[in-house]
């Protein structure tokens, strides 16, 4: 029993209408797989809804009617907004130095033409997955260093707070070794200033260590 279940949504596919049966043909196969096909009439107008709408990918024939191909691919990955949008060449099978450009200024891929509904789907797939995986090390490189330097700012103030601990320790220490009303004897028993600064440099290296381990567990 045939299932009437639609595919999954794969995206959304921009194209250019300059080979009315190139295109069709493409519209077709991609629809039927699960993509959104958008078409626009021309390049100048393609640049503009490739702004406004950030597609998944674009399917571009490099010879249009209204604007050269390749100016179009050099607005496009100039641009900030659309430099990172995919782009796959539909190219003629006698135009290898036509995609060597186009690759050049920034294309994904290409398919040269004539092709089947099957060598189409998995150009589109490997780009759109390959962007995909581009952008989640991406992210999770922006997240990486957004850790570091959330580390790098604790540690900083965990060495501000440490040493202002040792300086307030020192003052006591130090208020104590010269206070008159503090007994001969009770200053005896107290260490100097030499060893209360070591004992406290101590105590603020093994305070930091614990922290850092602390916070390598949590």
Not at 110 to 137: A, H, T, Y
Not at 178 to 192: G, I, L, N, R, Y
Request: charged letters at 30%.
């Amino acid at each position: 029993m045939a299932s009437n279940k639609e595919p999954p949504d794969q995206g959304l596919a921009l194209m250019i209408k300059s080979n009315p049966a190139t295109c069709e043909l493409c519209r077709r196969h991609l629809e039927a797989d699960g993509f959104r096909v958008h078409i626009t009439k021309g390049g100048r107008q393609a640049v503009d809804t490739i702004r406004r709408l950030l597609p998944d990918i674009v399917l571009l024939d490099l010879m249009m009617p209204d604007m050269d191909g390749f100016r179009m691919l050099e607005q496009l990955k100039a641009d900030p907004v659309t430099r990172e949008v995919p782009i796959l060449i539909l190219a003629d099978r006698d135009e290898t130095p036509v995609v060597a450009k186009a690759l050049r200024l920034g294309a994904d891929d290409f398919l040269k033409k004539p092709f089947d509904d099957e060598e189409l789907l998995v150009r589109v797939k490997k780009i759109i997955s390959s962007e995909e995986i581009w952008d989640s090390l991406h992210n999770a490189t922006e997240e990486l260093l957004k850790s570091q330097l959330n580390i790098i700012v604790t540690l900083k103030e965990w060495e501000q707070e440490a040493e202002a601990f040792k300086k307030h320790c020192e003052t006591i220490i130090i208020n104590l070794l010269t206070d008159p009303e503090v007994s001969f004897p009770q200053k005896q028993a107290m260490p100097t200033a030499e060893q209360a600064r070591d004992l406290l440099n101590r105590i603020v290296d093994r305070y930091r260590l614990r922290r850092t381990e602390y916070d390598v567990l949590h």
